[in-house]
């Protein structure tokens, strides 16, 4: 049912007995995925606030530290939206504060993210990406998405936006919106207007002329460099420049140099949480985009092995220009859909951007911004995603409102601290609900041996026992309810000789709930009222073995709650008539 | 069996029907206390680092206010140790910087933790204070104490330390060792020894010449007095001052002026969160003290009414000159074992700091400030709890890693970052625990309706049915665990047909645990295994039932795991020859 990837090196395994067939399909994707990662690379890097040229390094030994290291046969890394964009927001920050270069801040957030990323793999650290819940991390794409388009606004406006949420970049805009250069506007109007065209409607007009499937697909999949074919002469034709269109302008031809990006210790420190929160939502990306499209064929992903896999492309970014990349989700279905089968694509795919590099700049400098910021613009459209929210809304208040405070702080506060605060909000909703444990006064549902709650059942109870139910584990947040809950039942009832712990929801008791216990114990005592625990786990009572609490319990431990009753029954204590 | 405390004055409770039996009590046990509270109001003053008079400030108004709001008849407030340590390091962190008074600091300090905890109160959030378990707490406490004793070491030494944490203490006392002043290590030295001996020793001696109880306990309680009235002649006519011992000197005479404190919003924002700090762990001790001594008498503690109490305790503070005050663990006792009633007690020792701050003050001149720090030393020893760490250690790895983690930072690294730190491991390892949650293969315990785990118990299981029970809450934390263990499991039966989930301990299934259930049975379905749940808990139900997911399920949802198995058996998919 599952395969288990080879550790050392995962690309050990598709490698052997590769075949010919792979190799055309491989190659195949590889031409379809270049085409796309093109303009892609190109306006992640200005999205990131970069020179257009880092993106195209990003975009070459990555694919291939990652082909070499990473779980996924069909996972392509590179720039993606939303790390862009949390790169600009960290390095805006570091670089606007003095001399720092901000291309070279870039290149060691890569640097420290992928040395993270990989310590957390080779520490088995994968575990740490849970505590984003799904709805936090939708919610913050969600946000992220938003803000990226508003932000391309600017390009397309031909104006400068430098805000980076939404306050800011409201207040920018309305002060801009007047200053909007007129062909700028109609080139990007233009672009982004073909790109929704060819996104949305193309494939139903290609199926009129019998254009379906692979072929289709790449088709319409190539409409940015569609775009960027007619675009470019015409703005050389037209002199595009002259008249105030912001072209990419200059691009070194060539492939990047290798070079260690500058160390400083002060700025390591000022971009240890960026780096750490970039690769952290670049894993769950990666890994949830790896899943998907694993589980179609039945290949497993192994979390760590990606942590080491997303690692080593960050730390090949670094060391070769670029900035932090992860598994894309648009590219890595692309390539997914032209027939990839190994991560030979990915390598070909590098080849091909290299290519670009060498030959491809000198004919992008009439290419004006306006076309890169429409290709965003339609790109992290598809990234909102209002279903989550609905299904949330309907399914569980806590879910919902840990969405809401991730959209809201990302929007309001930026990218860090929206990660920051979903983060919190639901481990703290989380944490809250478990603080306040649901707890149920049970009885005996007739004819059986099986004890549920008194308010939903039709269930025999016993005057002189109460059997109570805490439905969580007892621990140092809920250790005092668990007292006066506790209590408040115990003052409820006169005849009162026995109260039954009912313990199959507890997990574990820690020392702060054990003192609650030996607490209640002896308030019990004093009341005549014996306590018992009826089906406390192993674990627990393993570790309830180890403390004084048993040899201080008033009453006893029983195996089944209904052996408990059935006991205590007996004693005669209770009144048989009265059941 | 509870009580019920007035909740608008809780004070005109005990008000009413107030009689003369009560008032003779009262009297007596202020007398003690305030014979206590003297020195000790000076002392801590000076830990503070704040001027001594600031002490008895502390000591005179926020004792009415918490006589008239708070809910404990018993509990004195007033500074204490932890708290004014933790007011030291706050205040002297922004008072360091710049032109900030340091007395002024101290006082808006209070302020605002008396602001936050009365809004705790009427927004009813005392629960907050139970994220901080009590094994966090006890280790906190004790690294405090430890520094607070180290520190005092400077004053008995009379040498200047300026540490607060242990590394710059232990520097400090290395290279001012070989200056230590000889008459005032004599002076502290002896101060020590006698209050040592008089703490640990004095009632066996009291007992041999036939004094007892409350009159003994009168005598040790009032030692640090008696030191204080040898020493100050003596330090008065051998002219300590020439010879070098740095006294208590001028304190102005009088009842503090009311004022509000200096207020600045940038000096807010800095002492906003060791504010809070400083209130939440004194309102713990608080608490704390109030049911230790509550239980005593069958008096319950409100803790919504014990934050309002506290908060209008250091609000009086904040008025009339204090500084951060709390419930104090020895001063309560002594004013409970030497008889009070009720919080006339406190008035009434509120009134004897009055007098001593009018009429006592300029005999404090000549006291050497060795003798306070003697005081101080002897208090906090008491403080340090090693045997809950023992305990921990015995019955729990988390709770043991959360004490030493909490004492390790805070001697490390200070009191804010100790309280942070210990909040953050122990809920880190809870998460972590219920991250990876303890599941168990069940089976029917012979000839009973009960199902336990297979590895535990010798039951009966089934090969076509694999019946698991998953020990936790399901949320965003455990849910990429689940979906693991499950398929792992699945994996390892051949003649796979249904698999069930029981689900007594699973107390809520978050959305993205929702999604994880999806997957499964997605991926059961393929494997043609169906999926089933059992027990499941009313509240779960109800959230499941706004979802899609009972829809897509393959199998069914059983009320009981028995119903379940003996439902399954009869589809004839098992076979029950086998069983």
Redesign the interface.
Known sequence: ??MKADHALPALEWLRGYSRESLINDSLAALVVTIMLIPQSLAYALLAGLPAEMGLYASILPLIAYALFGSSRTLSVGPVAVASLMTASAVGAVASQGAVDYASAATLLALLGGLMLIAMGLLKFG?VS???????VSGFITASAIIIALGQLGTLLGVTLTGATLPSLGHDLSTQLLNAHGLTVAVGAGSVGFLLLARYRLSDWLSVIGLRGRPAELIIRSAPVLVMAVLIPLSAAMSFEAAGVSLIGHIPSGLPAFSAPHISWPLIQELALPAFLIALIGFIESVSVGKTLG?KRRQRID?DQELIGLGAANTAAAISGGFPVTGGFSRSVVNFDAGAETQMASVLAALGIALAAVFLTPMLYFLPKAVLAATIVVAVISLIDFK?IT??R???A??FWAIVITITVTLLAGVELGVLAGVGS??GL?????????F?VVGQ?PG???Y??VD?HDVVTDPHILSMRI???L???????LEDTV??Q??LREDLAHVILMC?????I???A??ALE?INT?LKE?DVALHLSEV???VMD?LQ??DFLSHLSGEVF??H?GAVTALRATGTADPAQT
């Open positions: 049912m599952l575990f849970h505590f984003l819940s799904h709805p936090v589980t979390p989550t299904l949330a309907r399914y569980r806590a879910d639901s481990v989380h944490l809250y609900h478990t603080s306040r444990p649901h149920a549902m059986s041996e099986h549920r709650n939903r439905d969580e584990t621990y140092f947040a809920n250790a005092a309810y209590f408040a115990a003052a199959p929801a507890v997990n574990a820690d020392l702060s054990l003192e607490e308030r009341n786990k192993g674990p570790a180890r403390s195996l089944s209904h």
